[in-house]
């Protein structure tokens, strides 16, 4: 098999032009250059504005239920790093998965994407959701994770050199391509988040949501991830990111910020205007604080419930617009006629929700799962072994059933103690082993990788070489050992019951680990 990796390495030095990165590349890295992608965004700019948002959860049963956002409103201008900040608790990442449309149930109000109403489809075709967990493929290196990402991601009428330049591009730029052949778990904090930005920029969004990038991050790297963020949002992206805490310095590359406190909003605007506005809100900033610190604990309800009432009250829930650097916001109107029907035409084209056919999903998935395979094979030899160790005990145990006709009864219980160990152990290690993965398949899913259906059938197909094998050897062992009669007809049988056991276990595995998220210690 081709390996991806090698794929990009070949393409990357491949055309005479490119001397000049490779060059660079070599010299030591001191920051993220981020000086812009040659990639900028192909369409205009995208506004967002949000009226009266609301988020309510369910508690549990008979417990009732939970409002965590309470009619927040706001807007999202084109070209800027805006930063939601707020205490733990008051509604930051929940608000980010409104936004992005990852959460949808309990949520009211409105999305409006350039003055007109969301459509979730058009939407998510032009943005993108990092969450806060890296979610990486850590068994694979930096450019094997970007070149099957950008199998997925980009159309299948490019070749696999203009592919490579689009991730040559991406990797110089956020300062990883001399960690092109690291393993994306073995990548510092910073650098995964990196990762995790570059793997999403490869089919350029033109909207990014990206949850707590700073948080587990030293200043430095922090700093280096904001202005990554910065120097996109000013090539035309619009780019929202929650933030917790940010030192003065960090505070002052967002453009805008926008806080909330126990799901409501105390300001919106720009970094530069917020100390005017706490001023002219009575509640102006001490001397010598760092301002963001200060609306934190304004937030908190440090100095008081009441000066939280009194921001939510003067911000009006996120519907003042007059801390904005713009002196000019255009209206929806405007905006609509800025952005007329015809255009969003030729952005609908294009039938499925993924960008490449279900075929090109599926032997990219497989390819990658091979891969995994192959990279750690802990899991085919615990298999094995499970295997080899079981199908010797129940032999012993029921030596020579097969040949004694007083031992009927015995034959059945063999026969149910072998399909409990089919059903079991590979339902028990898919339990255990899927909700890692589940995690990187909702990312991946939701940014629009690739369909459940691929997945599913990828994971499937990796899994059913070790699986015939797994069965074969148990078979082999457990027919001879309890002297079963040597034919082939009833051996195939067997053998053919035992695998459709084992993928039966496996899909209620599969549904198990993804209904309840069990937690394996490490
Ligand atoms: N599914 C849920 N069920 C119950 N409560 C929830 C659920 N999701 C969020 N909450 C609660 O809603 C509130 C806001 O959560 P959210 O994660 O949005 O806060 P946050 O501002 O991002 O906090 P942090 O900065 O600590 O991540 C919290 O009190 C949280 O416990």
Redesign the pocket.
Known sequence: MMLAGAQIEESVSYTPEKASVSIAAKEPQKHVVAQGLTRVPSTDPVDIQFTNITCT???GFNKGS?Q?LHGVNGRLRPKQLVAIM??????????L?VLSGYRVTGVGGAVFINGRGRIMKRFKKMSCYIQ?DDRLQGLLTVSENMALAAQLKLSTKLDKYEKGEVIEDILTNLGLYEHMNTRAGQLSGGQRKRLSIALELINNPLIMFLD?PTTGLDSSSCSQVVQLCQSLAHQGRTIVC?V?QPSASLFALFDHVYI?AA?QCLYQGTTKNLVPYLDQAGVPCPMYHNPADYIIELACGEYGEDKIKLLTTKAENGRVLDYFDETDIPSMEALRKQNPLSVLREQDTGSGTEETPQSNQLSVLMKRGFLKAKRDATMTHLRLIVNVVVGIMLGSLFINAGNDSSRVLENYNLLFAILMHHMMSPMMLTILTFPAEMSILSKEHFNRWYSLGSYYISITVVDLPISIVSCAIFSVIVYTMSSQPLEVARFSMFFAISLYTVLVAQSFGLMIGAAFNVVVST
Do not use: M, N, W, Y
């Open positions: 959860v369910r508690l939970k965590i707020g205490p733990s608790g008051a509604g930051k990442s929940t608000l998965d806060q707590e929650t917790h909330l799901g």
